[in-house]
């Protein structure tokens, strides 16, 4: 495994930890999310970021498997386990878990840490064929109030709408973790940096957060996946990463989140959240809903 | 000048003027742009895309120096001359003009064509000292129809906004023009491309569109420009460009609209602008409206 680290020397530490998860193997998925917390924590972070369906692996064969694998929360295995672990490790941590709610299937991230669980978002936008398994989520864009500042979850395929990354800032987030189990997207160019890295800068710096993203990597089922996990500044610049295509690796960003806050002004006049044009952009429900174009 | 073009073959060459205007100088920057619109025209550019603020150069003394480089539309000598060339030519131009409406001073961008006058949109988003001199826009966000697809136009610091791109995107718009005079950015890393680069690839991607952006090169009373005029298209990639940072330079691209709405579809289940969630996204405005955090 090949760690990454920014520059020391600032209020918090962030971990995101680039794994594999195995399609099936709650326990051992678990097991080695454990471990690699504990390094993490070790390493001094004190907020740890965990891929898309930590617990589950990403590729079901069918919707039978799908729910054979989900949990309730917080009370299912997992994220009681990861509870125990942030109290243990005087942690918060962010993971993304497949949860049942009755007889709905939710792609789900959660936010736990010493004090127990803090709470989750239910993915937005499904990718591909999550929409034979999965119910898209119906809880907004929460953001959590942290001892470190706000912070804000979305999932993978969310980061490609620009409103999940506004909503989030718009509640005042400094900083959205992002579990993800980013695929290879049509037309990347090889040599170029993935598109997922763009749009996690564009949506850093539009935003002024902080944006944390944690990816798996392997080949499940013929399913490949990118890596490339990458903690970016809320200037829009990576602090750390993008990490390795292929393999498993913890990237290290030492960051205050409160520069989100004091950052924000370009120059004597702009400010980005502020310079918004919401008297214009109120139309975009009302232009969504009155064409047929979409 | 150091010209650049994309493969051959398509429906719509698209040609992006990225000149120097001298702040003041009126008759020789419209002397340059008909100049360099001829060029491209007999490149077999059919669309041209010159800078904002091309006629008046941009970096005014006081708002005294801004009245007397402004022009009322579309009857003002510089968009008349470009109706005239647009006719004479059988092409369409976009172009920035500083716009006088009565005591109101716009970042103004107009679309003519062999038929005259198309339309306008004026600025929403100012940046920095232009808040000086100009008043925001009042027009929205209009998208054209041309006869090569639907176009969009916005200006420079609109990019940060994805609102922005979003608003033409919903409209139906194929391409968005983009007349800039882009400056450097905060915190801009040497080495990496600008950040109007990264921001106009994440607004094509997320919104499946074209977009062209003219800039200008050159250092007007102290204010330097970066150039980097660029051409991506519906699949967030570059097509030509980024130009060159300090050289005057047309870019070429052969491109076909209609590929922004054919090419939508990133597998069996996923459309960008279908899957978004208005639902949630409604609440937008409120949430911006409910809080005191901007």
Known sequence: MIDMHSPEGSALKIACIQMEPHVGDLEGNLATSVRLIETAAQQGARLIVLPELTSSGYVFENREEAVSLAEEIPNGPAVAEWIAVARRLDVHIVAGVAESDGPFLYNTAVLVGPEGFVGKYRKLHLWDIEQMYFTPGNLGVPVFETPYGRIGLIICYDGWFPESYR???????????????????PEQPTGREAMATILTMAAAQTNSIFIACADRVGIERGQEFIGQSVVVG????????????????????????????????????NQLLSDRRDDVYGGLVTIARGRSFF
């Open 234 to 269: 809320c200037n829009g610049w990576p602090i750390v990463g993008p990490a390795s295509h292929v393999d498993e690796a913890i990237i290290y960003a030492d960051i205050d989140l409160s520069e989100a806050r004091t950052k924000r002004n370009l120059n004597e006049f």
């Open 167 to 185: 909503l989030c800032a718009l509640q005042g987030a400094d900083l959205v973790c992002v579990p993800t189990n980013w695929v290879p997207m």
